[in-house]
């Protein structure tokens, strides 16, 4: 016959290994996230840097192309003074996703 002790502790060691499975589960879970996050991350950096190259190739065109008057409707160097006073006076700010001249 079994005494209350026994059932006891085969109640807590039940107990135990149900805490245990459950950590498991949550740590596999966590691991889990941290890998994509990691992934998105890296996808999330390639974006940005092609962003960035394309950025910089269309406001080059913009400033410096043949085109500037007819896109902008007035020269290069009156659009720069134009940022200029927009940031200056106008409180105009950048941002993570377009700068000014943008």
Request: hydrophobic residues 40%.
């Amino acid at each position: 016959m079994t005494s209350s002790n026994d059932l006891e502790w085969e109640g807590t060691l039940t107990h135990q290994l149900h805490l245990m499975q459950l950590l498991r589960v949550l740590l596999t879970v966590l691991y889990w996230l941290v890998l994509e996050q990691r992934a998105d991350n890296r996808i999330s950096l390639q974006v940005r840097e092609k962003r960035d190259i394309t950025r910089q190739e269309l406001l080059g065109q913009l400033l410096y192309g043949n085109r500037t008057c007819e896109i902008i409707r007035m020269g290069p160097l009156a659009f720069l003074d134009l940022c200029k006073k927009l940031v200056i006076e106008g409180g105009l700010k950048p941002t993570r996703n377009a700068s000014i001249e943008e």
